[in-house]
């Protein structure tokens, strides 16, 4: 077990204080190495180290996803874009200098993730980045539920630990509601579209329920916003008359697509809806959703807080907040003391388990 430090960028400032914490609590030390990017009144900025990381085992936290800082930049406010976060993290990984035995980045959100596959002549950005930060001397990068798992194939020869968070999910869903029935006749898992097919099959299979899957309709002979546009939603499984049914998806970006599935299953006689996304980035703010709620579309939405979370969010009377923090000190000590990551990338036993306590047997 060697030497651990942690640095938290402004971005993840908060969350890593609190896993510094949990971490002391289970070890007695603080391992928080302070840090800062200070910004020159041109916009550019330099990354300073506060404290020595000479052979110390070093995880870097990083939220790319938070929009809620700013910088000055020529007498204007300027809000931080995932650009300039990924930016300050590789000024991070270059203070530390090649003096780090060696150097976690603890990424929740894959930055340029949704960028991860070339369909005409465009930037393949996720793979750039993965490539660059093997380059700067990272030898693993945990992330969570990403878009596209087989990014890892961009850097064979370093750690790309991808998390699930299904264990927190399914805890947080049977904590919160003590009537649900897990069988095939009474619960469904849905996939939005095909990417989440994967994740649904993950869980519906440790549950032991059938799934549904929505296909997304594209006009292929349009771009608009750099995509095609979609047409509409087509769902593909079986009668779901009276059941409870849980969308999982890795992510909620404005939305609309989350909400037409999810009036599909209402129409289609669908008796409670959750929602279960990794990354709740709500970014064209929360009014659609409001309404949808009111009209009975949904029930709950479970998202964690492994990227920033607006205030108005946390207040909302159909929003429940999975935390993560205790999860990430867990991989952090588990990954400093050598032990194998299996039971944490996947945890499917204790997921049973926790089905088997919850039925009674």
């Known amino acids: 077990m060697d030497k651990m430090g942690i640095i938290a960028l402004e971005s993840a400032q908060k969350g890593g204080q609190r896993v510094c914490r949990i971490l002391q609590e289970w070890r007695g030390e603080d391992y928080l190495i302070p840090c800062e990017c200070p910004r020159f009144n041109s916009g550019e900025a330099k990354g300073i180290i506060k404290e020595s990381v000479r052979d110390k085992d070093i995880y870097i936290l990083v939220d790319v996803c938070n929009n809620s800082l700013t910088y000055k930049m020529d007498g204007s406010a300027n809000r931080m874009s995932p650009d300039d976060h990924y930016q300050d993290l590789k000024r991070i990984i270059s203070a530390c200098a090649g003096r780090a035995s060696r150097i976690t980045v603890i990424m929740p959100f894959l930055y340029e993730s949704r960028q991860h596959r070339k369909t005409m002549r465009e930037s393949l950005d996720c793979a750039v980045m993965l490539q660059e930060l093997a380059a700067m001397g990272v030898q693993y990068i945990v992330t969570f539920d990403a878009h596209d798992p087989r990014m890892q194939n961009v850097v064979p020869l370093k750690g790309l630990e991808n998390i699930s968070p299904a264990l927190q999910f399914t805890q947080a869903l049977l904590t919160e509601y003590e009537d649900i029935r897990i069988d095939g006749e009474h619960l469904m898992f849905i996939a939005p579209d095909e990417g989440a097919t994967e994740r649904v099959v993950f869980l519906a299979s440790i ?7 929505f296909y997304k309709r594209r006009d292929y002979t349009r771009i608009v916003d750099g995509r095609n546009p979609i047409i509409a939603h087509d769902f593909c499984g079986g009668d779901i008359t009276g059941m409870d049914v849980i969308v999982v998806d890795d992510m909620i970006d404005s939305g609309g ?5 999810t009036r599909q299953l209402k129409s289609r006689g669908a008796k409670r809806i959750f929602i279960f996304s990794t990354f709740g980035l709500f970014s064209k703010g929360f009014d659609q959703f409001d309404r949808a709620y009111e009209e009975g579309a949904f029930d709950r939405i479970f998202t964690t807080n492994l990227v920033h979370q607006k205030e108005a969010l946390l207040q909302k009377e159909y929003y429940f907040s999975v935390n ?8 952090i000590d588990t990954m400093n003391r050598g032990e194998s990551m299996q039971e944490i990338t996947r945890p499917a036993h204790r997921i049973q388990e926790m089905i088997r306590l919850y039925k009674g047997q």
């Open 324 to 331: 993560m923090e205790r999860y990430i000190a867990a991989i």
């Open 207 to 213: 549950f032991g329920v059938n799934i549904g899957m």
């Open 257 to 261: 697509s989350m909400l037409d599935v």
